[in-house]
T-cell receptor, first 112, second 114 residues
Framework: GQQVMQIPQYQHVQEGEDFTTYCNSS?????IQWYKQRPGGHPVFLIQ?????EVKKQKRLTFQFGEAKKNSSLHITATQTTDVGTYFC????????????FGKGTTLSVSS | DGGITQSPKYLFRKEGQNVTLSCEQN?????MYWYRQDPGQGLRLIYY???????QKGDIAEGYSVSREKKESFPLTVTSAQKNPTAFYLC?????????????FGPGTRLTVT
């Protein structure tokens, strides 16, 4: 079946270093969403990308959607301890459909 | 205060018993979802419903059942047929707004079956 692969599974950085997580889909996506789950919490929506080659920024976070709409990345510049958590990408297969395929997530830890 | 509520937060059951997890939303969202989260496995879709009285199986529906009799409620029953039911269960809802199907998650129920 359709899969969304996400790497790395874990990443530890020193505060101030950059961080990137990557998603790859086995099929072309209609859109991709990113969620953040803090330890002990529930996933919270960050952003949705729809267009081929789209790039969006939220403060220190930069999201990209690949030209073929099969891959995406989340880059955090100058990480802070508040960035800790698990970041999930989630692919939408159809524009009208609501079900998403989630990647397994990348868990980020930050030491000060 | 709008949102999604799941109860209880922690649930313990003996093997062989059916158990129903509650999910209620007051966001007036049409679509609702149930996910299962296991360590290192991400979120796996169990069932989803796009409208009242209709629901679809997700990737891991075996051993689970749902109902959607009201827009606000989407209870999940974990039956004795589910071979490994111990997990963290997340309920979510979404609405199509400005081209985005953002999913809002509840706080989750951690089910332990022994």
């Amino acid at each position: 079946g359709q899969q969304v692969m996400q790497i790395p599974q874990y990443q530890h950085v020193q505060e101030g270093e950059d961080f990137t997580t990557y998603c790859n889909s086995s099929t072309t996506l209609s859109n991709i969403q990113w969620y953040k789950q803090r330890p002990g919490g529930h996933p919270v929506f960050l952003i949705q990308l729809v267009k081929s080659g789209e790039v969006k920024k939220q403060k220190r976070l930069t999201f990209q959607f690949g030209e073929a709409k099969k891959n995406s990345s989340l880059h955090i510049t100058a990480t802070q301890t508040t960035d800790v958590g698990t970041y999930f990408c989630a692919g939408g297969l159809t524009q009208a459909g609501t079900a998403l395929i989630f990647g397994k997530g990348t868990t980020l830890s930050v030491s000060s | 205060d709008g949102g999604i509520t799941q109860s209880p937060k922690y649930l313990f059951r003996k093997e062989g018993q059916n158990v129903t997890l509650s999910c209620e939303q007051n966001l007036n969202h049409d679509a609702m979802y149930w996910y299962r989260q296991d360590p290192g496995q991400g979120l796996r879709l169990i069932y989803y419903s796009q409208i009242v009285n209709d629901f679809q199986k997700g990737d891991i529906a075996e051993g689970y059942s749902v109902s959607r009799e009201k827009k606000e409620s989407f209870p999940l029953t974990v039956t004795s047929a589910q071979k490994n039911p111990t997990a963290f269960y997340l309920c979510a809802s979404s609405i199509y707004l400005a081209g985005i199907y953002e999913q809002y998650f509840g706080p989750g129920t951690r089910l332990t079956v022994t």
